[in-house]
């Protein structure tokens, strides 16, 4: 697989504003902030997408979804509420092929994604 620009943040060969940390992932905060709190938790081994996970990645994505919450409770948005997304692929939006786990929190985020607006298009 090639290299992404996630493999630099964790060798910190390019400055990110990382928030935790521990052996098996890195949290930071998104470039291009799509709410009051954007972070990106990622596994430091790289896996291009969710197609490419395997059973042995089991741990390893839960390990994931811990660390959200565990940051969402450090950060005392836990109660108010959040949002996670994992994007796969070029529908989805994906453009780090990383995996890596989206966390957006701090305003009333809306939901459904897929409007009428976009049902017509
Ligand atoms: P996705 O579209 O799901 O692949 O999300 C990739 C996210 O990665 C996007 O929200 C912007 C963020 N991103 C891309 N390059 C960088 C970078 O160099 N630093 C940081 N902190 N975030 C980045």
Request: proline residues 6%; negative net charge; charged residues 25%.
């Amino acid at each position: 697989m090639s290299e992404t620009i996630f493999n630099k943040i964790i060798n910190r060969e390019i400055p990110a504003d990382i928030v935790y940390e521990d052996d098996l992932s890195l949290a930071f905060r998104d470039i291009n902030p799509q709410a009051p709190v954007h972070l990106l938790i990622i596994p430091k081994r790289a896996i291009a997408t969710i197609n490419d996970l395997e059973a042995g990645d089991r741990e390893l994505v839960g390990h994931l979804y811990l660390v959200a919450a565990k940051l969402a409770k450090e950060m005392g948005f836990d109660d108010a509420g959040y949002r996670t997304v994992m994007n796969c692929g070029e529908s989805a939006g994906q453009t780090v092929f990383h995996i890596h786990l989206h966390l957006l929190a701090g305003k009333p985020l809306g939901w459904p994604p897929y409007t009428d607006r976009m049902k017509q298009a």
